[in-house]
């Protein structure tokens, strides 16, 4: 029997799959001392205080995608196996960055706020559409891959910067591949970031970047430049981001996550051209029961002494 700490909250059905495996499970935990795995989200931070304060702790479980949260090199240096669920959540961040795309060039939060001030705005606002335009991603892994086979059937061109993507696979998806981040911005006028933050993607988004993105799509239409980003806060420049709103190089642009969470007061949020939700990329019923079991089976893997198939610390091994 283990004891494991959940920290952020565990569906039902995942707890009860660990209490039936035999294990002890707290959902209230006070600290992490005398536990053998801790299962976090994005709420809770593993830094290297965190770590050190928890002797017995064997593996640390991400019920989700990004480890930033995570202080990889203190986990591995204390022997800590570090797991997440890269392929759960997928569905539900790839609906919600169409849902950001489609409610940036149709106007969809700028009409309702209109409507609810007694403002009938009809003539204000012609969008434009997808199809003909040209999408391009910042990381090209399994959700933007699913944002890809919906933009493509919506008739956009993909386009991406993924330095450690195989070819082929950008091949099979019908993508361009680009070696340098600036020439996907150079040719697109729909930007949307799923990449992990890490020091090289740190800020990738930024003033100069934005600056290169041409306004005019492939069909020759005036659509303007719009960003999406429902990855990891970091990677956009929000201070840059909101200058480029308010001189007009960007069009729209739509956050699901933020540098500083939660984020309540960045000016960016105030300008008529931006509408955000609160890192809900993976708040579905559907993802969380599929995030819940996959980091209880992979638990389970682990303490019947196999080991997990999304380990993200291999140097443990």
Not at 178 to 190: A, K, L, P, S
Not at 243 to 270: M, R, W, Y
Request: one cysteine or more; proline letters at 4%; aromatic letters at 4%.
């Amino acid at each position: 029997m283990a004891r494991i700490a959940i920290t952020d909250g565990m569906s039902k059905s995942a707890v009860e799959l660990l209490v039936k495996a035999g294990h002890d499970v707290d959902l209230e935990p006070n600290n992490l001392d005398g536990f053998d795995a801790v299962v976090i989200r994005s709420a809770t931070k593993m830094t290297h205080d965190a770590i050190s304060s928890a002797p017995t702790l064997r593996i640390i479980g991400r019920a989700g995608v990004g480890v930033d949260n995570i202080d990889l090199d203190a986990a591995t240096s204390a022997g800590i196996l570090v797991c997440n669920t890269p392929g759960s959540s997928t569905q539900s961040v790839v609906e919600l960055t169409i849902g950001h795309l489609l409610s940036s060039i149709r106007f969809i939060p700028t009409a309702d706020r209109d409507l609810r001030s007694g403002e009938w705005t009809k003539k204000k606002l012609r969008g434009t559409e997808l199809s003909g335009k040209r999408i391009g991603f910042i990381g090209f892994g399994r959700i933007a891959q699913g944002v890809g086979k919906v933009a493509k059937v919506m008739g956009m061109e993909l386009h991406a910067y993924d330095p450690y993507l195989p070819i082929n696979i950008a091949e099979e998806q019908h993508c361009i591949l680009h070696d340098d981040v600036n020439d996907v911005f150079r040719n697109c006028t729909h930007i949307a970031v799923h990449c992990n933050l890490t020091d090289e993607t740190h800020h990738l988004v930024n003033s100069h970047t934005l600056s290169l993105m041409p306004k005019v799509g492939a069909d020759g239409i005036e659509c303007g430049n719009h960003l999406v980003s429902c990855a990891r806060g970091g990677i956009v420049n929000e201070d840059d981001t909101l200058k480029a709103l308010e001189d007009g190089t960007l069009s729209s642009c739509a956050l699901d996550v933020f540098e500083n969470e939660p984020e309540t007061t960045h000016p960016i949020l105030q300008h008529p051209n931006f509408h955000g939700t609160p890192h809900i990329g993976a708040a579905t019923y559907e993802a969380q029961s599929r995030i819940g079991l996959e980091m209880a089976n992979l638990l389970i893997t682990f303490f019947n002494g196999d080991i997990p198939k999304s380990v993200v610390n291999k140097d443990v091994l």
